[in-house]
């Protein structure tokens, strides 16, 4: 009996949590929704400085490790 009754349980809980195409779709169109070619550009050179700023100070901390020895 408490075997079903989990399994119940468990059959209720997918159907709860489960997701239709039409939602998946939905949201994929929504995440990338139509940016422009500048908005684009943007964004790339904000995580490209980032990556650029990163970079720079782990060899600051790099060098001034070296020179402190």
Do not use: C, W
């Not at 009996?1 to 159907?15: F, G, P, S």
């Not at 039409?22 to 139509?34: G, I, R």
């Not at 990556?51 to 782990?58: D, H, N, S, T």
């Amino acid at each position: 009996m408490k075997e079903t009754q989990a399994i119940n349980v468990l059959r209720i809980q997918e159907h709860k949590y489960s997701v239709s195409g039409d939602s998946v779709t939905q949201f994929k169109s929504y995440k990338s929704k139509e940016l422009t070619p500048q908005q684009r550009l943007e964004r790339m050179e904000k995580r490209f400085n980032l990556v650029v700023y990163l970079a720079l100070a782990f060899g600051i901390t790099i060098i001034t490790l070296l020179l402190n020895r």
